[in-house]
């Protein structure tokens, strides 16, 4: 039993622990809501698909073109953000997409999901951007070791609460209980960021630009190798993210004859290599950038060679912990890297929010091409060479990389 004095001393800790990470911590429970939000939508999509006799290329397009419904909407959204500020987006993209949620139960057809879906893609995009725009913002005061954090949290409601409080919901409600249940966990968010004693969400721009002026913002930031290159690189690392959640599992059961347990192990293996390397890893951005980045580009490399060609459960293992690592790593970067990218930070979140659409919807895309000619294993062989290419860059741009390291 703890005595008063000492309950009264953790309850003092706690309270100064979270005075001093009050923004971070907001942002990650927001993260946490929207991830469980996001992997409860991803879980039940394809049965509900199955459910309206969908065939496997109709529940490929319900997932794809969300992500056509992210894209068209991710560059505009920046230049909204930008006009009207990211609190008004942000609640309104939340309102709206809770509202397509519950009416995704009202589809009738596979077409009228998909149709749906791309709607819902778009009040997605418009969230994650304004969401990003606000994080840039503070990141200064943050601080940059904090920055993994704030992917971090999303993975742990997507990739972990949201199948899980999925999966236990599934065979106890109806599909229309199902999505209700799901909106609320997108609408909650709400309430954090209209709390707290700290503005959380960035105001409009004092600069009211016409359309010329919008595009000469994103014309400018274009110009800045640094954020490309960070938009680059996690285009790149959404794209595998995506593509090893959906074919790792057909590959082990598929083309190796393994269990569905092992697929899953290898699943959970990388996504808590990775939440551990954002979580905790925020002092490796002491480290020179460039190196950092080269390393982790050739280790997934090493990583996807070994995915790619073993069939020895200890090397698969190995090989989906190394990815998780990092991955972990080039998201602690960009992130920086983004966040200390001058100029409105709207345009700044749009243009790396569509590298990360981009990816979300050319991985499966290029794994599913791939595999149907050359076999499941060799998806994961053909991302190497993005690697490789992006790790040849960082090696001679390194010099100019920005020096962000005491950011923190």
Known sequence: MMRPLERLQLRSNLQQLYKS????????????CTGTWVGMVNFIIPVFALSLGASSFEIGLVRGLSGVGDLLLVLPAGLLIDYFGSRKMYLASCAVGGAITILLALAWTPWALIVMMIFYGMARSIRTTSLNASFFQHMNTIGAGKGGWYKGSMTVGAQFLGSLIGGALAVAVSFAGYFVTASMFLLAPILVALGGKSELMIPASRKKRGLKGSVDGYRHLLRDRILVS?????????AFAITFSTFVAVMVITSLGLSIAMAALLISLRGLANIVVVFFGGRLLELNHYRLYVASFIFSAAGLLLLGTSKDVWLLMLASVILGLFSGVMTLVTFTQVGSTEGEKGKVSGIFSFGQKAGMVAGPVLGGIVGSFTGLQA???????????????????????????GAA
């Open 230 to 238: 960070a938009t680059i690189t996690e285009c790149i690392n959404t």
């Open 21 to 32: 990470n009050d923004l971070i911590m907001r942002f990650m429970l927001i993260n946490v």
């Open 379 to 405: 998806i994961f062989l053909c991302f190497i060479p993005f690697f490789l290419l992006m790790a040849a860059y960082n090696l001679l741009e390194g010099r100019n990389t920005r020096n962000i390291s």
